[in-house]
């Protein structure tokens, strides 16, 4: 069936460094692909998301790529912050089927 | 804008007790609503969504039930709770199924 793989599972990163998280999807007719960050003990909030027909999109230290050949989108975070700490989720979906194919998750740690 | 409820924010629960959590939204007609269940360092589970008043769809089958009454309350329901029923439950909006998805502040249930 499909899936979506998400790697790494935990990343840590120097403060002020880029981190980088990767997932792949097995389903070619997906289409949207959202990403939300999770802090501890909070609800999923949607950080940044992009269509098939864009293939990357930016929002300030924020960045998705898309790579429709490969099938595999990246989240990219620049000048790393404390508060960048929790666990990210990518997500996709195809618009035959509206249910959200989610990643295992990514911790993301900011080390001082 | 938009706003989404849910309660109780913590619950305890003995095994084999009843469950029932509410979600409410407020600021849109006729959404659609989902249901997620997220076990302790987990991805998110869809366990129901629905489309309207009274129509229900189930993902994965369980011992949990949903109920759409109204417009914009979707409630989640047990009649007898297992140890296996505990973690994060949180319902989501999108304006279509095709649609960006939203988080309410979730419940965290224990089932002792």
């Known amino acids: 069936g499909e899936n979506v793989e998400q790697h790494p599972s935990t990343l840590s990163v120097q403060e002020g460094d880029s981190a980088v998280i990767k997932c792949t999807y097995s389903?070619?007719?997906?289409?949207?692909f959202p990403w939300y960050k999770q802090e501890l003990g909070k609800r999923p909030q949607l950080i940044i998301d992009?269509?098939?027909n864009v293939g990357e999109k930016k929002d300030q230290r924020i960045a998705v790529t898309l790579n429709k050949t490969a099938k595999h989108f990246s989240l990219h975070i620049t000048e790393t912050q404390p508060e960048d700490s929790a666990v990210y989720f990518c997500?996709?979906?195809?618009?035959?089927?509206?249910?959200?194919?989610w990643g295992a998750g990514t911790k993301l740690i900011i080390k001082p | 804008s938009q706003t989404i409820h849910q309660w109780p924010a913590t619950l305890v629960q003995p095994v084999g007790s009843p469950l029932s959590l509410e979600c409410t939204v407020e600021g849109t007609s006729n959404p659609n609503l989902y249901w997620y269940r997220q076990a302790a360092g987990r991805g998110l589970q869809l366990l129901f969504y629905s489309v309207g008043i009274g129509q229900i769809s189930s993902e994965v089958p369980q011992n949990l039930s949903a109920s759409r009454p109204q417009d914009r309350q979707f409630i989640l329901s047990s009649k007898k709770l297992l140890l296996s029923d505990s973690g994060f439950y949180l319902c989501a909006w999108s304006v279509f199924l095709t649609d960006t998805q939203y988080f309410g502040p979730g419940t965290r249930l224990t089932v002792l």
């Open positions: 997500a996709s979906r195809t618009d035959s089927n509206y249910q959200l194919i």
């Open positions: 992009i269509r098939s």
């Open positions: 389903d070619s007719a997906s289409n949207y």
